[in-house]
Every structure is written in C-alpha cells, then in structure tokens.
C-alpha cells in the first residue's frame, strides 16, 4: 500500500515504484517477487515485480490481470510488431536489431537483442531473471523456425546483491557463441558470449551511417571503438584514414577482424589498444579532422554525476584543442544519469576551455528500435552532438 499522495506518478503510468513512496506491505516480500501495489484508500493501481533498492517495483501492467504465458507472448508480440513496422524484422541488409528495450516497451527489467538466429536475453531485474522460462517459450511461439537459439546474458547486469549465482549460457538451443551479422550492409563479428552488452552496441546503428556521410575525404580518429562500428561506417564512406583506439586488446582484435571482413583487399585503418586519454596526449594538433568520442556511461547513477559531467567536459576540451579547424567532432553520452542539458553544458564549458568557435550540427539520440515509453522519460539515456569546430 502506497503513502496519500505517492500514487500521482503511476495513474500517470510511469512504471517504476519508488522505495520512499510504499506505506506498508501485507507480508514480507522476496526480491523478484509478483506484487500488487494498492492506493492509500486500498484502490488497485498496478501489477509487478518486487525488488531491493530505490526501485521497489516495477510495473508490468496497471490492469488486474494475470502475468501469464499469454500475456508474455503478448508483450513479446506487441515489441516484435514495432520491429516489424520500423522494416527491421525482414531485412536483408540489416540482421541484427534491440527486439525489447525495457521500459520502453512495457517490459521493464528486460533487454532482448537479435542477432541473426540468435536472441540475447539479458534481465536487469531477478524479476526478469526468474521469469526467463516464460520469456524463452514467448520468444519461441514469435519466431518460430527463424529461431536457432536464445543466450542468457544476465550475469553482470543482475543486482550483485540478489547473489543468485547467474551463469551466462544458453536457454535454448546452442551455438558458437558469435555470428556475423550485417548492418547496413556491413558485416560485424559480434560475440555475445565474450563481448560487452550483448555482444554489440546496437543502439549506435543510425549515428553510424551519420558518420558514413561526412566522412569522405577526412581523417577519422574514433576512440573507444569497441569493435569499429564507427571505424566501417566511416571506411564505407570514404574516409581517407581511420585510427580506431580502445583500451581493450580483444575490442581491438574485433576491430581488425571487422574491417578484414568489410574490406578484404585492405583499407586505411590503424589501432591502438590504448587509454583514449593517454592517446589524445599523443594527438598532433590538426592531425585528425573527424573524431568520434563514444566512452562508457560515466555516471550509472546520480550520486557520481559531478565526477561524470566533469569527465565529459576533460574528454571534449582535449579532442577540442587538437582536432583540426572545420573538424566535425561526433561526441556521446550514454549515462541515464546525465541529463541531455547537463550533457551540453558540459560540451559548451569544454568549447570555452579549448578556445575554439564551435557550431552544433546534429542533436542525436537512440535509433527506433530503443524506443523511449512517454511515460517514462528516463527511457532516453543516449544523448549524441555533432560539431563543427573552426
């Protein structure tokens, strides 16, 4: 039962409960536990999973109905038709796709990504975690024969505090634990078994074949690169050098493995398995007048943020002071934390401390098959600029 007054948010369908807002409970409640949530005056409100932490449930629906086999298959269907309007389900130029973003399509908790004949399931919530089984048969009725297997990677996304003991593997089916998939016509080796996330950062897709246009003709720096999505698109483009630099030796290898595979004849690609700020030391000025600035969410949550915004402005002003005059500098934000004002501010102080006149071109955010719930604004976590510098 909720507090007088803390039901506001959710008759506005926002799907999160807050800890601070609940009144009492019946019993005591297990994590990842089914939960009805009730009005101070006992009126029914939502349905979802129980769990610790400032989030103490989050909604599956704001209907008294049953969380069935039914209703899984029904919300997967629902997220698999959007897919299918956006001309991702049936493309041949594109086989790999987000087929549930969470909140974003009403199945908070959840992350499902497709990769060819592979989904990758990985639960942010033990509510998600415990439900795996009716998820896997949703995921089996919607697909059908298209599907060849399903791969749990849940295990560094759960609540270090449920100690549930989560291994990676499959659920279904079995496989190498890698494909290679296409993207715009691009190939990419993504190994969900090994990789970050699921095994590639789909979410990049639409900002990359942005990069592909201005690409012609420039010298692209593209730093945290994780395995070069950036690096191709910018190869396809044209570009007239690519210098791809990721802290991590496999990210790099992948990047290699990537461009071979899109360009078996050879392309002007080097990298570097190097720190980007200890690179950008390295860095001549007007060396490079294409950059990409693409690093980890440097804020997971709130109590961080001020260390994150000062982080964000370091990184601009260093690849501010050395990119080239008329450079087109693509710069990121993937923390939910930062807001997309926060996220520029720190840009423009940046702008102010390298001294450079600075035009933004482009405002950008996460492609449609991340889609952002209106009633959950907090869905929009990726924030993206596109600079002219002189």
Partial sequence: MLKRGKEESLMRHHPWV??????SADQPLEEGEMVDVYSHDNQFI??????VGSIAVRVLTFEQEAIDAA????????????RRALGLTDNPQTTCYRLVHGEGDNLPGLVVDVYGTTAVVQCHSVGMYLSRKEIVEALRECYGERLTAIYDKSAQTLPYKADLGAEDGYLWGHGKGEEVVLEGGHKFAVNWAKGQKTGFFIDQRANR????????????????CYTGGFSIYGLAGGARS??????SALAVELVERNVALNFPEGAPNKSAAMDTFDFLRTVKEGEYDMMILDPPAFAKHHKVLGNALQGYKRLNARAMEKIAHGGILFTFSCSQAVSKEQFRLAVFSAAAIA????????????????????????????????????
């Avoid at 807050?18 to 009144?23: D, L």
């Avoid at 209703?71 to 959007?82: D, N, T």
């Avoid at 074949?209 to 945290?224: D, K, P, Q, S």
């Fill in 18 to 23: 807050f800890s601070g807002a609940i009144h």
């Fill in 46 to 51: 939502a349905r979802g999973h129980c769990q």
């Fill in 71 to 82: 209703w899984w298959a029904g919300r997967i269907a629902s997220a698999y038709e959007v």
């Fill in 209 to 224: 074949e942005l990069v592909g246009r201005y690409a012609a003709g420039r010298n692209l720096l593209n730093t945290f």
């Fill in 242 to 247: 690519v210098t791809s630099v990721d802290s």
């Fill in 355 to 390: 001294g450079r006149k600075v035009r933004i071109l482009h405002q950008l955010t996460q492609p449609t098959d991340h889609p952002i719930n209106i009633y959950h604004p907090e869905g929009e976590y990726l924030k993206g600029l596109v600079l002219y510098v002189e």
